[in-house]
């Protein structure tokens, strides 16, 4: 398994073949799921594949092709869903057993999206519980294995998703990022993730964690696939009231243009806690750019710091009152009890883990009476005081450049049973949820143990366009040649 997605085929290239009939998107489907069969005992990527559904959807779009119809720019690209995405019929567990038996009525918005561009749903993926964890060892189904090394992990929660991509299972996939959860992932498994701007992408049909930080972005295998993803996926949606009201730039034209002139700010506060190797591909990352016409510019960003905190009472807060609605009368599972109240008990008692259960507590907690203007209340001042150094920061750079992840994959278990280790994966990603703002990861070559190392793209609110423009500069010397 090479750690350079560049060697795995592009849904780019894939829809153009099957888009001018030179290739059958029945084929496509059928040579995915033989790679599928082949590795996915090892890895574990799915919690449902969909085997007869994607052959006929590709079936479908064969017809139309033959018919000389256009299915659209995503024509015969296989996908992987996370399964915390609503598909209408078909099972959505959020890896937990809560939800089991439940079936959406309806589909996600991404989700349509997606089948009406001509995309081929091939599952649904693994993730840690209802999205909580970084390493998707909290999924009730069993962990995912990272395809660079089965013993360890892929990252998370999006953890199948990526894994998805890269053990070439599909050529796309698509997460949820509350606090790191597509770009960590993404690092760990060598392949490019992106957290849009909040509300550049619908969350309608995205089962919630933290409302005021979920997104959804994808997993591809080039920059240039991940523009095409959101160019397809974002936009307005009526059907989600923090959707934003305006059409975006395509991002497909953006990376056409190079980084001459843009500034990249090096944020000389940062927390520290990155492994060497991480910080060595840091440091080419930047002068990668600086050979490619950019200027480099300290930054500070001093609330940056204050981020993992502020993140573990909001997101718990927001948690515990989202996941309230599993009661075991409206959703899924239900264990029967003497009266109702005994049965609300019970049921949650059962249906949710260790890690779901503890973030519902801190965040009733950090909510209850005397304790939210001391907990929650000075969290969200924090959270403010990020966005205002943000906005401070993005005066003087066009975008910022840190570590994904303090470190490559993890075995399975070395953050044990010590939570805090585990919430510290995110340290690089969680601010930039707090501010609203986009962040992506870049492959960037490997590290310890030849595993994959990613750097982490951060830009002003909307402004992907120079988030990819720096994204697909990486891409492009990494690939020329310079390690
Ligand atoms: N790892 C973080 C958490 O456990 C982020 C999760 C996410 O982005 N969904 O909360």
């Known amino acids: 398994m090479s750690p350079d997605s560049s060697s795995r085929p592009t ?30 005992p090892e890895i574990h990527a799915f919690n449902v594949v969909l085997a007869d559904e994607a052959r006929a959807a590709a079936v479908k779009i064969d017809e139309m092709v033959s018919a000389g119809e256009d299915p659209g720019p995503l024509t015969g690209v296989t996908v992987a869903l996370k399964d915390n995405m609503c598909t209408r019929g078909v099972p959505t567990t959020c890896s937990s057993k809560i939800l089991a038996g439940w079936l959406p009525p309806y589909d996600a918005t991404v989700v349509h999206k997606l089948r009406d561009a001509g995309a081929i749903v091939v599952g649904k993926t693994n993730l ?17 294995h990272n395809p660079h090394d089965v013993t360890r992990v892929p990252g998370g929660s999006s953890g199948g998703s990526a894994a ?98 843009l500034r990249i700010g090096r944020i000389t506060d940062l927390p520290a806690g990155a492994d060497a190797d991480v910080v060595e591909r840091l440091e080419v990352a930047f002068d990668t750019l600086r050979a490619a016409g950019a200027t480099i510019v300290d930054v500070q960003v001093p609330a940056f710091t204050f981020g993992l905190t502020a993140y573990y009472l909001i997101a718990p807060a927001e948690a515990s009152s989202n996941l309230a609605r599993y009661d075991g009368v409206r959703y899924g599972m239900r264990v029967e009890a003497a009266d109702t109240n005994a049965m609300y008990g019970v049921t949650r008692a059962a249906g949710f883990g260790e890690e779901v259960k503890r973030r519902i507590m801190l965040g009733t907690y950090a909510l209850s009476a005397g304790y939210y203007d001391a907990y929650y209340g000075k969290a969200l001042k924090v959270r ?13 750079a066009d975008a910022l450049l840190t570590p994904t992840s303090p470190s490559v994959a993890f075995q399975f278990g070395a953050k044990g049973d010590n939570p805090l280790a585990m919430y510290l994966c995110d340290t690089y990603t969680i601010p930039s949820n ?50």
């Not at 496509?28 to 033989?34: F, G, I, P, R, Y």
């Not at 403010?384 to 003087?396: G, M, T, V």
């Open 11 to 40: 849904a780019r290239a894939v829809a153009a073949e099957v888009r001018d009939g030179s290739r059958k998107a029945l084929d496509v489907v059928e040579q995915h799921l033989a790679v599928i069969a082949a590795r996915e």
């Open 128 to 144: 840690d519980e209802f999205a909580m964890g970084s390493s998707t060892e909290n999924s009730a189904f069993g962990p995912t």
């Open 164 to 261: 998805s991509v890269a053990a070439g299972f599909t050529q796309v996939g698509f997460g949820s990022d509350t606090g790191g959860s597509i770009r960590q992932p993404a690092a760990l498994c060598g392949v490019v993730g992106v957290k849009p701007t909040y509300g550049y992408v619908s969350r309608y049909g995205l089962i919630a964690f933290a409302s005021s930080l979920d997104q959804i972005g994808p997993f591809t295998n080039s920059v240039e696939d991940a523009a095409l993803m959101l160019d397809v996926i974002g936009g307005h949606d009526p059907l989600d009231s923090t959707s934003i009201p305006q059409q975006h730039p395509s991002l497909r034209e953006a990376i056409q243009q190079d980084v001459t002139g």
């Open 384 to 396: 403010r005081l990020i966005s205002d150094d943000f906005e401070r920061a993005y005066q003087h």
């Open 434 to 483: 707090l501010s609203g703002q986009p962040g992506m990861n870049v492959p960037f070559g490997t590290g310890a143990h030849g595993l994959p190392v990613g750097v982490q793209v951060l830009a002003g609110t909307l402004q992907e366009p120079t988030m990819f423009r720096v994204a697909a500069a990486l891409e492009r010397e990494l690939s020329g040649g310079l390690q």
